[in-house]
Nanobody, 123 residues
Framework: HVQLVESGGGVVQPGGSLRLSCAAS????????MGWFRQAPGQEREGVAR????????YYADSVKGRFTISQDNAEEMLYLEMTMLGPDDTAVYYC?????????????????WGRGTQVTVS
């Protein structure tokens, strides 16, 4: 089993920046891919960014491309999401997730491990 704990959310003004962190523990050797998802009230969960933990290959949703950066520190078992040029549409609960096989943001159900989320409010 893998435990994920997010931190770093908060309230930020439009145009501001925020960095989210996700601490992983447990059987992290089984993880092949980690990602960030978000869900705003009344909306479906959206995949934001993902990274292959082995090679470091990244992928971003069009809505955040050029503004968000996903990164990892394998030694510290940490995942990060650097968010810049934030706007009201970025307001959501952000979740860290991990999976062992594949790395497709469009198949969130294949991410077997999830954190509890951290709230980001842009206002």
């Amino acid at each position: 089993h893998v435990q994920l704990v997010e931190s770093g959310g908060g309230v930020v003004q439009p145009g501001g920046s925020l960095r989210l962190s996700c601490a992983a523990s447990g059987f992290t050797y089984s993880i092949n891919c980690m990602g960030w998802f978000r869900q705003a009230p009344g909306q479906e969960r959206e995949g934001v960014a993902r990274i292959y933990t082995g090679g470091g290959s990244t992928y971003y949703a069009d809505s955040v491309k050029g503004r968000f950066t996903i990164s990892q520190d394998n030694a510290e078992e940490m995942l990060y999401l650097e968010m810049t040029m934030l706007g009201p549409d970025d307001t959501a609960v952000y979740y860290c997730a991990a999976r062992g096989i594949g790395c497709d943001l469009n198949t969130p159900d294949d991410f077997h491990f999830w954190g509890r989320g951290t709230q980001v409010t842009v206002s």
